[in-house]
């Protein structure tokens, strides 16, 4: 399908979702969630594609935003009654099993920085700017800013973040965990793309029994996480992949994954 509001392209086993609002800085209104639901439910659904990364098209924004002009209009019944950006969590974060990097160019500030954070993990340029300056419209940050933020970088950081609305540089956003890794501008796409190659030229059930450890830690105690920890082992350790992979270990070879 064509996107009005995405890129999306498939590069080998990767999936590329670029957003493609240039003129707006990439802000995100509700076409943008909308093709987001289809193109990460297209990617899920696709057994070729193992990793997707998502960026910003143009090279002064990932997104800046939730789109203000939309906003700007709509009363708080309405965005009651639509349950307004509920999807981005509900159908493209939890329904996606597989993962995605979200290679931040730019400005991520707002809706943006929260879309950053619904990835599995940031890979951002060295011009990568993050905010949450929803304070400066009068209101909050909607769709994780305050939530995911503060499990990334604990309390005081998100506080001072949401409380003032400033921005922090990609140096100060990888020391205080957000970030996982900082590239040059010009290499963003490639590292991205790089790292997507490698998790999609791993085992997949063991990539989606990963993904699904590491969120159970910021779902429950330590406790409850450990053994659903055991229990995912568990569940792996019974694939073929598994056999396959100790075998290819002993054996000094590349593993041959089935998915299975
Ligand atoms: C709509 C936006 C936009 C946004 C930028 N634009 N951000 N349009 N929504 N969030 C548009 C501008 O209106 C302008 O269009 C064009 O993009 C270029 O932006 P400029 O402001 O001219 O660029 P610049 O001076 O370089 O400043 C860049 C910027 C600034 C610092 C990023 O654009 C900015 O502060 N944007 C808003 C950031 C923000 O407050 N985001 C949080 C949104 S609230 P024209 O047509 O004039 O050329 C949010 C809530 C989420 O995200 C929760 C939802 C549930």
Redesign the pocket.
């Known amino acids: 399908p064509t996107y009005e509001t995405l890129l999306v392209e498939t590069r080998g086993a990767v999936t590329l979702i670029t957003l493609n609002r240039p003129?707006?800085?990439n802000?995100?209104?509700s076409t943008v969630m909308t093709e987001m639901v289809a193109a990460m439910a297209a990617f899920e659904a696709d057994p070729t594609q193992g990793c997707a990364v998502v960026t910003g098209s143009g090279e002064?924004?990932f997104?800046?935003?939730?789109?203000?002009?939309?906003?700007a209009t709509k009363s708080g019944a309405e965005?009651f009654s639509e349950d307004?950006?509920s999807e981005?969590t509900s159908k493209v974060v939890k329904a996606t099993r597989k993962p995605w990097i979200a290679a931040v160019n730019g400005?991520a500030?707002?809706?943006?920085?929260?879309v950053a954070m619904m990835a599995d993990f940031i890979i951002a340029s060295e011009n990568a700017?993050f905010?949450?300056?929803?304070i400066?419209?009068g209101?909050?940050?909607?769709?994780g800013?305050s939530q995911r933020l503060a499990r990334a970088v604990g309390k005081s950081k998100a506080m001072d973040l949401c409380l003032t609305?400033r921005?922090m540089d990609a140096e100060e956003a990888e020391r205080a965990g957000l970030v996982a890794r900082i590239v040059p501008a010009d290499q963003l796409l490639d590292e991205a793309m790089k790292a997507a190659e490698k998790i999609a030229s791993l085992p997949p059930l063991a990539v989606k029994a990963n993904k699904e450890a590491v969120n159970v830690a910021f779902e429950t105690t330590l406790d409850a996480g450990l053994l659903m920890e055991r229990r995912i082992f568990q569940v792996v350790a019974g694939t073929e992949d598994k056999t396959e992979g100790m075998a290819a270990f002993v054996e000094k070879r590349p593993g041959v994954w089935k998915g299975k």
């Open positions: 003129k707006a800085l802000a995100l209104n002064k924004a997104a800046a935003g939730a789109d203000i002009k939309e906003m965005f307004f950006f981005w400005f500030l707002g809706g943006g920085c929260e700017k905010g949450q300056p929803e400066t419209l209101v909050i940050p909607g769709m800013g609305g921005m």
